[in-house]
């Protein structure tokens, strides 16, 4: 008998045990360095004459590993694979297809150091935020395997005299799954399994800033058992491979975490149908969001300084969860600004191979260039107080950077920058920062430090996001315990790591006996 879902405990690098197995992992990968990894479609190895380089943003002149450019004659032919393998894939029994998810599981804790080396070194995670990537794609292997076996199970339907009536659930077809950079072995391990422990295939087209870390996914995914072709591994560009796969009659489903831009291009070309395509294309996107932190005068101010600075700070700020917006009522507004400068004061920059370091590089010099323009903006629209800077010229480091007096419709305000940027703006009172917090087009993360309750109720009814928190930060969603997914232009609130995701890729049929 399954056990109950438990969420995997973060490892304690304080305990010499722990440390010593991170330092033993990150020295393994660092040998691996370098090494080239093909295309898999079905039990085909497939390399091609164009390559992507994985580029460790911590040391530029480094490469993690090289991948092979997917063409568009690959994409026809995972398609094609993936379609085959779904014959005999959906047929399996769902708990054959759970129990493959349990052995990812079993894997991962196995290899728990060695892949989140290899995210130290691909993305620039420190120690604490690689763990809990790792931490959460175990989650995600177990969550989704009970899930499926409860999916699997009769449902409650009413019956009517001389009748017997069922409701049964059954896979969409064959999807493509693009996951991001940022989360690039939790995200992908949520999206992927979920579509295929529901009895689907897929092609997985991981990001080409983090593509070493989605090969490692894809061996244990080979180990565990499941089988070619249910997974079909297709590196290559957005703009060729992505574009074929989202614009596939052949394509039933498409699940995205990414941009807005990127998300909206992609809904607007699914609810296009195309000459053989017999089905309405289901999106799973999520898109990011400008998220706030309202600081109520009536807060715990160090409590909030501390929930403020790791989340807006936490992995660069590069996170779709992370606070950009800090917004205080000002009879408290000027101790805030005072205390989240001293704060960030104590942040250590570095390699996050170094585990003192706790903001490492941001991904790539595409996104360092994006976010200094940005800070170029804040500069002209607030006050710079803190940061503000690229520095450490071997690799792609921002300072942790923090405006003040910045207007609400400010651009660094509204707009998502996706690094270690802090915009902090004076509300009247409490009613008039939740009007701000709720004044931009996203609707992902928030939270709310007061020891009002009544505000707290009011916020709870008012504060339009998917994901809110009281009294601590704004990032960090657990598996099973805080369903994650944004409202308006965050996405489709798709409650990743809740009840309600594996419905996403299945279809309900009802049935009718007369008896």
């Not at 090289?66 to 014959?87: C, H, M, R, Y």
């Not at 049964?168 to 064959?174: E, H, S």
């Not at 001293?342 to 250590?348: D, L």
Request: aromatic share 8%; charged share 25%; proline share 5%.
């Amino acid at each position: 008998m399954t056990t109950p879902f438990k969420n995997e405990p973060l490892t304690d690098f304080s305990r010499n045990e722990n440390k010593t197995a991170m330092e033993t992992a990150l020295k393994k990968v660092e040998k691996e360095l370098g090494q080239e990894y093909p295309i898999i479609i079905g039990d085909e190895k497939i390399y091609t004459t164009g390559k992507i380089k994985s580029i460790n943003p911590s040391n530029k002149n480094e490469v993690v590993g090289i991948v092979q450019k997917g063409t568009p004659e690959l994409v026809e032919k995972a398609i094609t694979t993936a379609s085959n393998a779904f014959d005999k894939w959906k047929k399996k029994a769902p708990s054959e297809r759970a129990e493959c998810l349990f052995n990812m599981a079993k894997i991962m804790r196995k290899k728990r150091h060695e892949l989140s080396a290899t995210m130290v070194y691909e993305v620039g995670k420190n120690w604490n935020e690689a763990d809990a990537d790792t931490a959460e794609a175990i989650d995600f292997c177990e969550f989704y395997a009970r899930e499926a076996l409860r999916y699997a199970e009769p449902q409650p339907v009413a019956q009517w005299p001389g009748e017997k009536n069922e409701l049964v659930y059954l896979p969409l077809g064959v999807g493509a799954v693009i996951p991001p950079w940022n989360f690039p072995l939790a995200i992908l391990t949520g999206m992927t399994t979920a579509a295929i422990v529901t009895g689907n295939t897929v092609v997985l087209k991981p990001a080409s800033d983090s593509p070493v870390i989605a090969y490692q996914f894809m061996k244990i995914a080979e180990e565990a058992g499941i089988p070619s072709g249910v997974i079909n591994f297709l590196t290559g560009s957005g703009a060729e491979v992505g574009e074929m796969l989202i614009k596939s009659p052949d394509i039933r489903f498409i699940t995205f975490t990414g941009s807005k831009d990127v998300g909206l291009h992609i809904i607007e070309e699914a609810a296009k149908t195309r000459p053989g395509q017999i089905w309405i294309k289901r999106v799973v996107a999520e898109m990011g969001g400008k998220d706030a932190i309202i600081v109520d005068d009536e807060a715990d101010i160090d409590s909030a300084v501390e929930g403020v600075a790791i989340s807006a700070f936490g992995f660069q700020g590069q996170k779709c969860s992370a606070c950009s917006r800090a917004i205080v009522v000002e009879s408290i507004y000027d101790e805030f600004l005072k205390n989240i400068i001293e704060r960030t004061k104590k942040i250590t920059i570095g390699h996050p191979k170094d585990y003192k370091n706790f903001l490492g590089p941001v991904s790539s010099e595409s996104a360092l260039k994006k976010i200094m323009d940005y800070i170029e903006i804040g500069k002209r629209e607030g006050k710079l107080v803190f940061g503000g800077e690229s520095i450490l010229s071997d690799g792609f480091f921002i300072q942790p950077t923090i405006f003040s007096e910045v207007p609400a419709k400010a651009r660094i305000a509204q707009e998502e920058i996706f690094g270690p940027v802090l915009s902090t703006i004076k509300a009247k009172n409490f009613d008039d920062a939740l009007k701000i917090a709720n004044d931009t087009q996203y609707g992902l993360t928030g939270a709310v430090y007061t020891k009002n309750q009544k505000k707290i109720a009011k916020a709870k009814e008012e504060f339009f996001v998917g994901n809110l928190y009281f009294n601590r930060k704004c990032t960090g969603a657990l598996v099973g315990v805080q369903p994650f997914g944004g409202f308006n232009m965050s996405g489709t609130d798709s409650k990743a790591g809740g009840r309600d995701y594996l419905l996403l890729f299945l279809q309900a049929k009802s049935i009718c006996e007369k008896l």
